[in-house]
């Protein structure tokens, strides 16, 4: 009887065990499906935003989020009073956590490309040691709604 | 132990020679040679577990657990059981061994004989009268219903976390509110800062054909896609991405 008892008692513990294990799969797998996981593009044509300095512009382009190397690319041309002009920008985060939907990291290097033509101080979507936060919200299997800190919005689809 | 067939009941009979359990209604049940044995032992009157674990596995050379001796026993009296006996034909003495509970119905007699050697005259078969009638369906134990609710409540508990899980997963929507304005199905956001009248007017705006349009914010920032067919769905669609102030 002592032995059918414990034998109930170790079957209980190892299916709360299974049970916990494989929730917790799941949880970690559902979470992972709330996020890209492979790169992801934003083609903007013809934004019409505002800078820093309150200046209209005018942004042709391509921003990627890069999962798996923490990376933000920008590649497109500026067009303002100045003219057209070409940038080619990564940032490189550090730090990079994950909560639900929510990807917070740091900006570790701000790399500009040579043939980037901003000047270097221009404010794109983040500064050198900044901390940078993506949320994604699913619009289906291949496409995000995709917020940059509080200033950028835009559709991301795998590559 | 010779291979004379010995009666358990009216309809069944041990055959150890075939090593089977012969009955009138499911015929021949085969034992395996160690059942056979335990079987033999028991009607020999060597019901003693030392002798048991004697006979049937150390004079083999096999040293084997206790475990081994309850399966051992269980099986058997799954298959007399199968043959329609009752499953209490074997009677487990804790510390001792087992018995053939039928010799204990007998009045004086003793439940299981003292143990005789082996060149001892075999045994004389055990007669049941007292068992019930054979049964057409095996019993079920109370072991087995046990089995089956443990069975149970362990998927239960593996599979309901996982459920919990999947079921409370809040996936977030990227449009979750919905506005229709004369044919057109605004997709939003967010429904705040939202002006009907700002919707009715970009509904006059939009060319034939569009009918859902998609409009998301963050700060200054607005994304804006017209699509003929749903965004989710890979509709043909424009987008359009500027700065409200």
Redesign the interface.
């Known amino acids: 009887m002592r032995l059918?008892i414990l034998f109930?008692i170790l079957?209980?513990c190892?299916?709360?065990s299974?049970?916990?294990v494989?929730?917790y799969l799941?949880?970690g797998y559902?979470e992972s499906r709330?996020v890209p996981v492979e790169p992801c593009s934003s083609v903007?044509?013809?934004?019409?935003?505002?800078d820093e300095s309150l200046e209209h512009y005018q942004?042709n382009g391509v921003i990627t989020w890069w999962p798996k190397l923490h990376r933000l690319t920008l590649f497109g041309v500026k067009t303002d009073e100045a003219g057209n002009r070409v940038f080619n920008r990564t940032l490189q985060l550090k730090s990079v956590t994950q909560k639900?939907?929510v990807i917070n990291g740091r900006v570790a290097e701000l790399k500009i490309a040579v043939g980037d033509q901003l000047p270097q101080k221009t404010f794109l979507i983040s500064e050198d040691d900044q901390y940078i936060n993506l949320l994604f919200?699913?619009?289906?299997k291949n496409s995000?709604?995709m917020?940059?800190?509080?200033?950028?919005?835009?559709?991301c689809e795998y590559k | 132990m010779n291979n004379e067939e010995i009666s358990l009941s009216a309809s069944v009979t041990f055959v150890p020679e075939k090593s089977s359990l012969a009955t009138v209604e499911h015929g021949d049940i085969h034992l395996t040679p160690n059942e056979r044995r335990l079987l033999e032992l028991i009607l020999s009157g060597k019901c003693k577990k030392e002798t048991i674990f004697e006979e049937i596995w150390l004079n083999q050379g096999m040293i084997v657990s206790e475990s081994s001796y309850h399966q051992l026993i269980k099986m058997l009296r799954r298959k007399l059981q199968n043959a329609g006996l009752p499953g209490s034909i074997i009677k487990t003495i804790p510390r001792y061994g087992v018995v053939l509970a039928p010799c204990e119905t007998q009045g004086s007699e003793t439940a299981c004989p003292p143990e005789v050697p082996d060149n001892a005259p075999s045994p004389t078969p055990v007669d049941c009268p007292s068992l019930p009638a054979i049964t057409a369906e095996p019993m079920k134990t109370p072991s087995r219903q046990y089995g089956a609710l443990l069975t149970v409540l362990c998927s239960l508990l593996i599979i309901l976390p996982t459920l919990v899980v999947v079921c409370t997963a809040d996936t977030p929507q990227a449009f979750q509110e919905n506005i229709y304005v004369d044919g057109v199905m605004f997709h939003l956001s967010s429904l705040r800062s939202v002006d009907r009248q700002a919707l009715a007017r970009k509904r006059h705006d939009l060319p034939a054909g569009i009918n859902n349009v998609y409009i998301a914010s963050n700060g200054p920032k607005v994304f804006v896609a017209q699509c003929e067919g749903e965004l989710s769905k890979e509709g043909k669609c424009g987008y359009e991405y500027y700065s409200s102030y």
């Open positions: 059918r109930v079957s209980v190892i299916s709360v299974l049970g916990g494989l929730a799941t949880s559902l709330m903007i044509r013809n934004g019409k935003f505002i942004f639900g939907n919200k699913p619009i289906n995000w709604l917020k940059i800190n509080d200033n950028w919005v835009a559709m």
